[in-house]
């Protein structure tokens, strides 16, 4: 499975403007997986890797994860902890290739709470993180 890099111009607020946004959006992006409902999950799962705080991924048998520390566990010793549906989520999204997005089966209130517990997470992992201004538009639209 391939892995996409999304040019950084994608996201900067000067890619967009009226005359070219169709014609780039042709050119330049034309990967199925960015149109996909869970693709800005997974793009905040992937980011955090190169950000240095990527969530452990042995033990995850466990009943549950722990946000704080980034690693699954099986006591319940911390307030940041996610399990049962929440974690079946988490590792969906966690395990998954961008080409595979499609394959989800996540409903809306599912990524809604998943995409929760990913800014919570970065809350726990960046030092001064200030709420993204987009939250409200991705709740809404997915």
Known sequence: MNEY?????FFSSNFFNRRSCCRRCRSVISAPFLF???????FLIKLSKFLGFF???ENNHYKFFDLQHGCYTN?????????HEELECFNMILGINFDDLN???INSVQRKNLLDNIILYYKLHIENFVSVKSLEVLRKLF
Do not use: Q, R
């Open 103 to 105: 394959l989800l089966t």
């Open 5 to 9: 890099i999304v040019p950084a111009f």
């Open 75 to 83: 006591t319940e010793d911390s307030k940041y902890l996610i399990s």
């Open 36 to 42: 996909n409902s869970s693709f800005h999950l997974a």
């Open 55 to 57: 969530p452990e991924t």
